[in-house]
């Protein structure tokens, strides 16, 4: 239901199918520690594999920073590899070293493979093949110039790659922005003024250009700030682009798109885990999240939905306290409070609720701290809640809209209290693909005790 290799925490990622139905994920990745260093700690892509994108298996390293004296000699970071031929082609950042205040010097490269599972990279050379322009982009100190994503350019037969940079005629705290390159051969490149550019965002990472089916195209990007990601969409493009707004709450990062094994386009994104799996440890990289259904209708902003694929991996109703579980509660608009956990087993005060007044949404730990909250654009009808070890998710009539993580209290019945009167919440357990593992979560409980 989330993944991680053991021992290691992941980061961002890139999805992958093969002809045969399976599934790759590459990863950035690194150790799992307090102080986390993602210049000298995510020096390798790890990779893994699925039949249904649910129950993840590693596989390994994959691709690695390059030599002494290389521009991707330092770390390499978020990559886009795609079918190219009868391999694949992989655009990949590459960070060479740190300027003189430290910051990190970043450019593309480009990276080949025979093969369509993942693996097999070889580099083509040893420089990048697109770096920032600084007609239009910061370089040196508080640049940026990472995430490459390429797909086929709509007005020819060539490519167009988004990529994640800094605005030069925008102060640095508003001048994340989408860069623009273009390219006839995906070897040489010729850099644009930005493809987007919202004026009001500090860094518009990981990138996602989708081609929807009517032809028009929709963008994803992941906000620094809030630590979610928005979405625009075009007819063309070289836009114009529609800003749409939020589409991943904060706590979903770095999302990328693809084809469900039913064929349906759904959202994959990662989750953060914190430092010293406690509440009060600072968030850090984490895991990746099982998919959300992505639903675009014309001339309404897109939504992500729970996936009907997870289905199959839920058990039967029950009243008993489960750890892992899905509910439904039916609110009507109407005040709701919903205690999942309790600082006892089986009894006590709440130690992680759910909450819901009108359009006011929040998640509760002990002693009633805000673990996270939004606001929903209509009241809400109904809630769906799932919870996998500390992390829960929250859909508000049908649509994703709340993630928060709660490591405290013990399984409890669910239980609603709606104007003064509580009831019980049938649950649905949710069955882990690896449910033996100890390592992905401080409240995974592994095997029960001999």
């Known amino acids: 239901m989330r993944y991680a290799p053991p021992g290691l925490c992941v980061n961002d990622f890139a999805l992958l199918r093969d002809e045969d139905g399976t599934y790759a994920v590459l990863h950035l990745q690194g150790p799992w520690t307090a102080e986390f260093d993602h210049l000298r700690m995510e020096t390798?892509?790890?990779?893994?594999?699925?039949?249904?994108?649910?129950?993840?298996?590693?596989?390994?390293?994959?691709?690695?920073?390059?030599?002494?004296?290389?521009?991707?000699?330092?770390?390499?970071?978020?990559?886009?590899?795609?079918?190219?031929?009868?391999?694949?082609?992989?655009?990949?950042?590459?960070?060479?070293?740190?300027?003189?205040?430290?910051?990190?010097?970043?450019?593309?490269?480009?990276?080949?493979?025979?093969?369509?599972?993942?693996?097999?990279w070889r580099r083509h050379g040893t420089a990048p093949v697109v770096e920032a322009d600084p007609r239009w982009y910061r370089t040196g100190e508080r640049m940026g110039w990472r995430d490459p994503f390429v797909?086929?350019?709509?007005?020819?037969?060539?490519?167009?790659?988004?990529?994640?940079?800094?605005?030069?005629?925008?102060?640095?705290?508003?001048?994340?922005?989408?860069?623009?390159?273009?390219?006839?051969?995906?070897?040489?490149?010729?850099?644009?003024?930005?493809?987007?550019?919202?004026?009001?965002?500090?860094?518009?990472?990981?990138?996602?250009?989708?081609?929807?089916d009517d032809g028009s195209w929709l963008l994803l990007g992941s906000i620094g700030a809030t630590r979610g990601f928005e979405a625009w969409t075009a007819p063309r493009l070289r836009g114009p682009w529609t800003r749409r707004g939020p589409l991943g709450p904060t706590g979903a990062y770095a999302p990328r798109v693809v084809a469900a094994p039913d064929g349906s386009r759904?959202?994959?994104?990662?989750?953060?885990?914190?430092?010293?799996?406690?509440?009060?440890?600072?968030?850090c990289r984490?895991?990746?999240?099982q998919p959300k259904s992505l639903v675009v209708r014309k001339d309404s902003a897109p939504r992500l939905e729970w996936w009907a694929g997870l289905n199959t991996w839920l058990g039967e109703e029950t009243d008993r306290p489960v750890l892992h579980a899905v509910g439904d509660i039916g609110v009507s608009g109407r005040p709701v409070e919903v205690t999942l956990r309790t600082d006892a087993p089986g009894a006590g005060?709440?130690?992680?609720?759910?909450?819901?007044?009108?359009?006011?949404?929040?998640?509760?730990?002990?002693?009633?701290?805000?673990?996270?909250?939004?606001?929903?654009?209509?009241?809400?009808?109904t809630?769906?809640?799932?919870?996998?070890?500390?992390?829960?998710?929250?859909?508000?009539?049908?649509?994703?809209?709340?993630?928060?993580?709660?490591?405290?209290?013990?399984?409890?019945?669910?239980?609603?209290?709606?104007?003064?009167?509580?009831?019980?919440?049938?649950?649905?357990?949710?069955r882990l693909p690896d449910p033996d593992r100890d390592d992905a979560s401080a409240v995974w409980p592994g095997p029960a005790p001999r």
Request: aromatic residues 8%.
């Open 349 to 381: 005060r709440p130690a992680l609720t759910v909450g819901c007044d009108g359009k006011n949404l929040w998640v509760t730990g002990p002693d009633g701290t805000r673990l996270g909250e939004t606001v929903l654009t209509e009241p809400a009808a």
């Open 44 to 120: 390798s892509y790890g990779r893994a594999t699925s039949t249904d994108l649910v129950s993840w298996q590693p596989q390994g390293t994959a691709f690695g920073n390059g030599l002494p004296g290389r521009f991707d000699q330092q770390a390499v970071w978020t990559m886009h590899p795609f079918r190219h031929g009868g391999g694949m082609a992989m655009f990949y950042t590459g960070v060479s070293g740190l300027t003189a205040d430290g910051w990190p010097l970043q450019s593309v490269g480009l990276a080949y493979s025979d093969r369509t599972d993942g693996t097999g």
């Open 151 to 212: 797909v086929r350019d709509d007005e020819g037969e060539g490519w167009v790659m988004a990529v994640c940079a800094s605005d030069a005629s925008l102060p640095v705290e508003a001048g994340g922005c989408v860069a623009l390159a273009t390219s006839t051969d995906l070897e040489h490149w010729t850099v644009h003024p930005p493809l987007v550019s919202p004026g009001d965002v500090d860094e518009l990472e990981c990138p996602v250009l989708e081609r929807l």
């Open 383 to 430: 809630l769906r809640i799932l919870t996998v070890g500390e992390y829960v998710e929250v859909y508000a009539d049908g649509v994703f809209a709340l993630t928060a993580l709660c490591y405290s209290g013990h399984p409890a019945p669910w239980s609603a209290v709606t104007e003064g009167r509580a009831h019980a919440v049938p649950v649905r357990p949710v």
């Open 286 to 289: 984490g895991m990746l999240a």
């Open 266 to 283: 759904v959202v994959l994104h990662t989750t953060p885990r914190q430092v010293g799996l406690t509440d009060t440890g600072d968030r």
